[in-house]
T-cell receptor, first 112, second 113 residues
Framework: KQEVTQIPAALSVPEGENLVLNCSFT??????LQWFRQDPGKGLTSLLLIQSSQREQTSGRLNASLDKSSGRSTLYIAASQPGDSATYLCAPIKAAGNKLTFGGGTRVLVKP | DTAVSQTPKYLVTQMGNDKSIKCEQN?????MYWYKQDSKKFLKIMFSYNNKELIINETVPNRFSPKSPDKAHLNLHINSLELGDSAVYFC????????????FGDGTRLSIL
């Protein structure tokens, strides 16, 4: 059974600092891994998807790395802004069309 | 151009009632999902349908009955609502045969009085 842990559970940084969000998973036999953002009272916005064969994926200020063999993924957010304040969730998936298994999320607050 | 849309957005009702949540996707995906986010914000899969067929049923009480009239719709009916059913329910969709991401709706916040 896949278990996903996200550390830290909460993070508060001043604007401009780089953010590092960690995700670990117990079953390394994954198909891909998705990072999401959730704003309070809102739905999930997909940020990045990394295929199991990839080491990293980038979109603007966001970069996600994947070390499948050690069961880890890291989301880096460069030059954080107050608008980055949200909860970030990682979710590996075992096979196409299968369920996502979510971590508990990291709640990020970027202070102006 | 809403990709995955759920209705209603909010649902407040009393214990014992029966209610339905509807979900529609216009992405041409063949697989749809229901996830539940509890009060502690943990998100867990409930059901998954592929081309109208149930493929995942994650130990959910049989008071919950999903129905997929076609591959663009997946509805969730809940009988005899209980206090513990209070949560946010998210619908999602994806292509089963491809590596693409799952796309989520905005959620339905269900509150049981």
């Amino acid at each position: 059974k896949q278990e996903v842990t996200q550390i830290p559970a909460a993070l508060s940084v001043p604007e401009g600092e780089n953010l590092v969000l960690n995700c670990s998973f117990t079953d390394s036999a994954i198909y891909n891994l998705q990072w999401f953002r959730q704003d309070p009272g809102k739905g999930l916005t997909s940020l990045l998807l990394i295929q199991s064969s990839q080491r990293e994926q980038t979109s603007g200020r966001l970069n996600a790395s994947l070390d499948k063999s050690s069961g880890r993924s890291t989301l880096y957010i460069a030059a954080s802004q107050p608008g980055d304040s949200a909860t970030y969730l990682c979710a590996p998936i075992k096979a196409a069309g299968n369920k996502l298994t979510f971590g508990g999320g990291t709640r990020v607050l970027v202070k102006p | 151009d809403t990709a995955v849309s759920q209705t209603p957005k909010y649902l407040v009702t009393q214990m014992g009632n029966d209610k339905s949540i509807k979900c529609e996707q216009n992405l041409g995906h063949d697989t749809m999902y229901w996830y539940k986010q509890d009060s502690k914000k943990f998100l867990k899969i409930m059901f998954s349908y592929n081309n109208k067929e149930l493929i995942i049923n994650e130990t959910v009480p049989n008071r919950f009955s999903p129905k997929s009239p076609d591959k663009a719709h997946l509805n969730l009916h809940i009988n005899s609502l209980e206090l513990g059913d209070s949560a946010v329910y998210f619908c999602a969709s994806s292509h089963r045969g491809g590596p693409g991401p799952q796309h989520f709706g905005d959620g339905t916040r269900l509150s049981i009085l």
